[in-house]
Nanobody
Framework: VQLQASGGGLVQTGGSLRLSCAAS????????TAWFRQTPGKGREFVAV????????YYANSVKGRFTISRDNAENTVYLQMNSLKPEDTAVYYC???????????????????WGQGTQVTVSS
């Protein structure tokens, strides 16, 4: 199983980036996929998640209205469109996939079995 995250970079405040998470080695369409982020000295923070079919999405309050998660099961890829970026969005972003975690635990990193390698997002002020 491999998850390949890409699309990070350096952007100014108010800018946009689109992250991609390409999966291989598993029936991706049957897995819930999420994005987390991490800054030095802190644990992984939930950002957004999309269920298998893509009709159910959930967001952290800090990104709601600015970020959009989506998936293309034909391409085995999940996207995170990030708009109106702020300096506090600076982090390493990780995608992760798990076998249908229950809603009450869907924001918990422990619910996800497979993780990508992370992509750095830096927002300058």
């Amino acid at each position: 199983v491999q998850l390949q995250a890409s699309g990070g970079g350096l952007v100014q405040t108010g800018g946009s980036l689109r992250l991609s998470c390409a999966a291989s080695g598993l029936p991706f369409s049957k897995y819930t996929t999420a994005w987390f982020r991490q800054t030095p000295g802190k644990g992984r923070e939930f950002v957004a998640v999309v269920r298998q079919i893509g009709t159910s999405t959930y967001y952290a309050n800090s990104v709601k209205g600015r970020f959009t998660i989506s998936r293309d099961n034909a391409e085995n890829t999940v996207y995170l469109q990030m708009n109106s970026l702020k300096p506090e969005d600076t982090a390493v972003y990780y995608c992760a996939t798990g076998s249908n975690p229950v809603l009450s635990s869907i924001r918990s990193a422990s619910m996800y079995n497979y993780w990508g390698q992370g992509t750095q997002v830096t927002v300058s002020s």
